[in-house]
């Protein structure tokens, strides 16, 4: 038996096989470009299609937690309108000559460190929304498309951290719980977890070890215990 400690940001205890969710380890290769506006036109490309992904994400959000839970979609879509994220991107690549994922994820990572070094611990939790909204812009960029999490088992989901949409995409009646070495009782996910009735537990320290095996959320004391006896 195995017990870990961390804090809860939703109540309720459940029990069932975790899944630990590893995602898709984006290296982004900085190259050097000849035609900056073909760059530019990459990006804007990619922002219309990542605003197409978030309309869909925020009808599913609506139906399954409710318009007021599903406006952080909202908010994603306005941050890729934001003009400040926008010509960041757009002058990286046009003055340094890199390629579009490069610009993209740069910016991703300046922005979401601006958030992060925030006093206002709301102001914090977005610094998680500026990585989601970048990483899928890389991931249109590079052609990946969006992420499929529906055809998973019922299990707890341990995972390093989730982005709103990763929670909203995955079919609700297969989650037992959500598991997270970072996030803060602020972040959108935990929102939704909150929204959504299901116990949720971050700052564990987890590891892959336990993909597998049963454990058990109790979200009234924050604790993961993996095989009890």
Do not use: C
Not at 46 to 60: I, N, P
Not at 132 to 161: K, Q
Not at 184 to 191: E, L, P, V
């Amino acid at each position: 038996m195995q017990y870990f400690q961390g804090k809860s940001v939703y109540k309720g205890i459940v029990m069932g096989p975790v899944a630990v969710l590893k995602k898709n380890d984006y290296q982004v290769k900085r190259a050097r470009i000849e035609d900056s506006e073909a760059e530019v036109k990459r990006v804007k490309e990619a922002v219309e299609v990542s605003k197409k992904q978030l309309g869909r994400l925020y009808d599913k959000a609506v139906r399954e937690v409710g318009e007021a839970s599903a406006a952080i979609f909202e908010v994603h879509q306005m941050m890729l309108e934001d003009e400040d994220y926008l010509e960041s991107m757009e002058n990286m690549i046009r003055t340094e000559l890199v390629n579009a994922e490069y610009a993209a994820a740069a910016t991703g990572d300046n922005f979401a460190e601006m958030f992060a070094a925030m006093d206002d611990e709301y102001m914090k939790a977005r610094s998680a929304d500026v990585k989601d909204i970048s990483e899928r812009l890389v991931r249109n960029l590079s052609g990946e498309g969006d992420n499929d999490l529906s055809s998973m088992e019922p299990s707890v989901i341990v995972a390093d951290d989730l982005s709103p949409s990763e929670t909203v995409q995955m079919d609700k009646s297969k989650v037992l719980a959500f598991v997270t070495r970072k996030g803060s009782s602020n972040s959108h996910t935990a929102i939704l977890a909150r929204t959504m009735n299901i116990p949720a537990l971050i700052n564990i320290e987890y590891d892959d070890s336990m993909d597998g095996k049963m454990a058990v959320v109790d979200g009234k004391t924050g604790s993961l215990i993996v095989e009890p006896d």
